[in-house]
């Protein structure tokens, strides 16, 4: 006898706004949902499945057998299973077990909407309630002041998992990262927090980018409230949170998503288009408007339960384009014979509409990695719609650049420069990620050249030219000190080299370019305009000398920068500058305190009235070796 009761959480409208790609708020719907209904509590069921015969909840309540509990399928044709079972409590293992159209059984399935799944490799979903009181209004009512385009925007990339771990070797919880994390980012001064994909995944070596659980944060660290405090916390410290979302590829473990009802149901049916050969995984149907409904609803979950202010969307070129990691023949031709997936670029654009359509005052970034054109401008005048874009070209360039022994850099300068051609063209993110630091590429510090003490020094000048360059900023774990060795997902960072004056110089350096971005509108105010950047001269490559000048709103709080990229200290070094009075320096990557040798301007320097750079004044400057500078005219 089937004990489930006829219950719906879903109104006509729903499965209209379901069946046209816009119900942006499933989560409300499908999914288990502890409820009361005529009196009797219990959890309402409800999931898609269009090309099933029967779908089943199974669990601990009725010893997973199949039949037992039965959902109905609805009237609509929309495909969906739904039902109540009274007296079934928080904290139950279930999963869906489905015969398909053609009477095969389908493995169990979890809950592509749990909220809360069993810790791996165990795969049950959990029912479970988002009750939670949060402490964070200050925060969200004024966040649209710390998360704006015109906003210092300096983000820490996190893997959760080997930030930092007990002595045990076992994981921090959400909790405990909530006390050690936020103070340690508060310290460091970065404005705002990425995590890695927090989302239930089954293989730890994916690093979090083979979900399973969209809706649920992963049960390793702890309960769903718990994850809660972590990003409270952080935002009751001023720091905003932004969550690594990954829309463009899951994979065929049994319980997951893949021919879910005996069909190619989330995944695209032409293997051509719903196969991603590098990740060996699955691919969205974007083309689907139930699976754009799913996607999308994801997206405002996060933002929405988890008062998330950010989405970093992983892979974004791998979607965009059909031939992507395909041989000639792996791929067809959209209808204009292009290359452009079109319906991920209508199901972006709707992405990126829907998020900023209920939260103005959030981001959404992509990791786009091609020049695919208007990534982040706005859907209006033909754009993706994202906020911003990260800056792969730059890391790129960059990097190859510091590489190169300082004696070789004088014929290499247009690697650091030729990122200023493009700088405007989106609203670029520099990117120094967990990608750089993996894979045989070493760590950032261990791709500096020289002695010990050069090493260092290069690192410091990066990092300055990093945060002087037009953009937001973003770096990933352990590079904030010099982690020496690459970055390893199964054990925490090396802490123990704050110990040595090199790498703890290091993380103050850090701290205080965290400080001088904040404290200085000129850097952030204008970082994604042409107007907020000028050169005062690129091509002393003799010398291997940048100079330039970062502008805000007020022109007069202007900062000059020069960047010396060899060892050789340089002194009476003339610059030409856009006004009379002195020149004082507020920011010297070769300060003592930072390991540097000390080669600082101590006191101001007069501006001199004699022409130079194609400017009508100039002044006399101490160049550090390997050592970036920055002054203010006053």
Same mark, same amino acid.
């Given at each position: 006898?089937?004990?489930?009761?006829?219950?719906?959480?879903?109104?006509?409208?729903?499965?209209?706004?379901?069946?046209?790609?816009?119900?942006?708020?499933?989560?409300?719907?499908?999914?288990a949902?502890?409820?009361?209904?005529?009196?009797?509590?219990?959890?309402?069921?409800?999931?898609?499945?269009?090309?099933?015969?029967?779908?089943?909840?199974?669990?601990?309540?009725?010893?997973?057998?199949?039949?037992?509990?039965?959902?109905?399928?609805?009237?609509?044709?929309?495909?969906?299973?739904?039902?109540?079972?009274?007296?079934?409590?928080?904290?139950?293992r279930?999963?869906?077990?489905?015969?398909?159209?053609?009477?095969?059984?389908?493995?169990?399935?979890?809950?592509?909407?749990?909220?809360?799944?069993?810790?791996?490799?165990?795969?049950?979903?959990?029912?479970?309630?988002?009750?939670?009181?949060?402490?964070?209004?200050?925060?969200m009512?004024?966040?649209?002041?710390?998360?704006?385009?015109?906003?210092?925007?300096?983000?820490?990339?996190?893997?959760?998992?080997?930030?930092?771990?007990?002595?045990n070797?076992?994981?921090?919880?959400?909790?405990e990262?909530?006390?050690?994390?936020?103070?340690?980012?508060?310290?460091?001064?970065?404005?705002?927090?990425?995590?890695?994909?927090?989302?239930?995944?089954?293989?730890?070596?994916?690093?979090?980018?083979?979900?399973?659980?969209?809706?649920?944060?992963?049960?390793?660290?702890?309960?769903?409230?718990?994850?809660?405090?972590?990003?409270?916390?952080?935002?009751?410290?001023?720091?905003?949170?932004i969550?690594?979302?990954?829309?463009?590829?899951?994979?065929?473990?049994?319980?997951?998503?893949?021919?879910?009802?005996?069909?190619?149901?989330?995944?695209?049916?032409?293997?051509?288009?719903?196969?991603?050969?590098?990740?060996?995984?699955?691919?969205?149907?974007?083309?689907?408007?139930?699976?754009?409904?799913?996607?999308?609803?994801?997206?405002?979950?996060?933002?929405?339960?988890?008062?998330?202010?950010?989405?970093?969307?992983?892979?974004?070129?791998?979607?965009?384009?059909?031939?992507?990691?395909?041989?000639?023949?792996?791929w067809?031709?959209?209808i204009?014979?292009?290359?452009?997936?079109?319906?991920?670029?209508?199901?972006?654009?709707?992405?990126?509409?829907?998020?900023?359509?209920?939260?103005?005052?959030?981001?959404?970034?992509?990791?786009?990695?091609?020049?695919?054109? /208007?990534?982040?401008?706005?859907?209006?005048?033909?754009?993706?719609?994202?906020?911003?874009?990260?800056?792969?070209?730059?890391?790129?360039?960059?990097?190859?650049?510091?590489?190169?022994?300082?004696?070789?850099?004088?014929?290499?300068?247009?690697?650091?420069?030729?990122?200023?051609?493009?700088?405007?063209?989106?609203?670029?993110?520099?990117?120094?990620?967990?990608?750089?630091?993996?894979?045989?590429?070493?760590?950032?510090?261990?791709?500096?050249?020289?002695?010990?003490?050069?090493?260092?020094?290069?690192?410091r000048?990066?990092?300055?030219? /990093?945060?002087?360059?037009?953009?937001?900023?973003?770096?990933?774990?352990?590079?904030?000190?010099?982690?020496?060795?690459?970055?390893?997902?199964?054990?925490?960072?090396?802490?123990?080299?704050?110990?040595?004056?090199?790498?703890?110089?290091?993380?103050?350096?850090?701290?205080?370019?965290?400080?001088?971005y904040?404290?200085n509108?000129?850097?952030?105010?204008?970082?994604?305009?042409?107007?907020?950047?000028?050169?005062?001269?690129?091509?002393?490559?003799?010398?291997?000398?940048?100079?330039y000048?970062?502008?805000?709103?007020?022109?007069?709080?202007?900062l000059?920068?020069?960047?010396?990229?060899?060892?050789?200290?340089?002194?009476?070094?003339?610059?030409?500058?856009?006004?009379?009075g002195?020149?004082?320096?507020?920011?010297?990557?070769?300060?003592?305190?930072?390991?540097?040798?000390?080669?600082?301007?101590?006191?101001?320097?007069?501006?001199?009235?004699?022409?130079?750079?194609?400017?009508?004044?100039?002044?006399?400057?101490?160049?550090?070796?390997?050592?970036?500078s920055?002054?203010?005219?006053?």
């Open positions: 006898m089937n004990q489930v009761q006829v219950h719906s959480l879903f109104t006509d409208f729903d499965i209209d706004l379901f069946k046209a790609g816009k119900h942006f708020r499933l989560y409300e719907k499908l999914g949902h502890l409820t009361e209904v005529n009196g009797v509590k219990g959890v309402c069921f409800a999931v898609w499945a269009p090309s099933a015969r029967s779908v089943s909840v199974v669990g601990d309540f009725n010893y997973w057998i199949q039949g037992e509990h039965q959902l109905n399928v609805r009237w609509d044709a929309s495909g969906i299973w739904e039902g109540f079972i009274p007296g079934i409590d928080k904290g139950t279930y999963k869906y077990k489905i015969q398909s159209n053609n009477g095969s059984i389908i493995t169990e399935k979890a809950d592509p909407f749990a909220l809360f799944c069993e810790h791996p490799p165990e795969t049950a979903s959990i029912i479970w309630d988002l009750d939670y009181k949060w402490k964070d209004k200050k925060w009512d004024t966040r649209q002041d710390k998360n704006g385009l015109d906003k210092p925007y300096s983000v820490y990339e996190v893997h959760l998992g080997s930030w930092r771990r007990n002595s070797g076992d994981f921090l919880t959400y909790i990262l909530a006390d050690q994390l936020v103070n340690y980012v508060k310290e460091t001064g970065f404005t705002h927090v990425e995590f890695m994909p927090v989302m239930e995944y089954p293989y730890d070596p994916s690093w979090g980018y083979q979900l399973v659980g969209y809706f649920a944060p992963t049960s390793r660290f702890g309960k769903p409230q718990d994850f809660m405090v972590l990003v409270d916390k952080l935002h009751q410290a001023g720091i905003g949170v969550l690594d979302w990954v829309p463009s590829h899951f994979p065929d473990d049994a319980h997951g998503l893949g021919f879910f009802d005996g069909s190619n149901l989330y995944e695209h049916p032409d293997r051509r288009k719903g196969y991603h050969p590098d990740w060996k995984s699955l691919v969205f149907n974007y083309g689907r408007n139930e699976v754009r409904s799913f996607l999308i609803s994801n997206a405002i979950f996060w933002l929405h339960q988890y008062h998330v202010d950010g989405l970093r969307v992983d892979a974004v070129a791998s979607m965009l384009y059909l031939d992507y990691s395909r041989k000639e023949g792996e067809e031709p959209n204009y014979g292009g290359r452009e997936n079109l319906d991920t670029i209508s199901f972006l654009k709707d992405f990126n509409e829907a998020v900023y359509s209920a939260f103005p005052d959030v981001q959404t970034i992509a990791e786009e990695s091609t020049s695919f054109p /208007m990534v982040s401008r706005p859907t209006y005048i033909g754009g993706l719609g994202f906020g911003m874009k990260w800056m792969m070209g730059w890391m790129h360039d960059t990097l190859q650049y510091f590489k190169k022994e300082p004696i070789y850099r004088s014929h290499h300068q247009n690697d650091i420069t030729f990122s200023m051609t493009y700088a405007f063209t989106e609203n670029f993110m520099l990117p120094l990620s967990h990608d750089e630091v993996v894979y045989g590429k070493h760590s950032i510090l261990g791709r500096m050249p020289g002695d010990e003490w050069q090493r260092f020094a290069n690192l000048l990066l990092y300055g030219y /990093m945060f002087t360059h037009p953009g937001a900023k973003l770096l990933f774990m352990g590079a904030e000190f010099g982690q020496s060795s690459e970055w390893a997902f199964d054990s925490s960072l090396d802490w123990h080299l704050l110990q040595f004056g090199y790498h703890d110089g290091i993380k103050k350096c850090i701290t205080n370019l965290n400080a001088l904040k404290n509108p000129a850097l952030y105010e204008k970082q994604f305009h042409v107007d907020g950047f000028e050169w005062i001269n690129y091509t002393d490559t003799e010398n291997a000398v940048l100079s000048i970062r502008k805000g709103i007020n022109e007069k709080e202007s000059i920068v020069v960047a010396n990229f060899t060892p050789v200290v340089r002194d009476n070094y003339r610059i030409g500058l856009p006004s009379k002195k020149l004082t320096q507020i920011f010297n990557s070769d300060a003592t305190e930072y390991g540097g040798s000390g080669v600082v301007m101590s006191k101001p320097v007069k501006i001199d009235a004699i022409s130079w750079n194609f400017r009508e004044y100039s002044a006399e400057v101490l160049l550090p070796p390997l050592g970036i920055v002054y203010k005219i006053g």
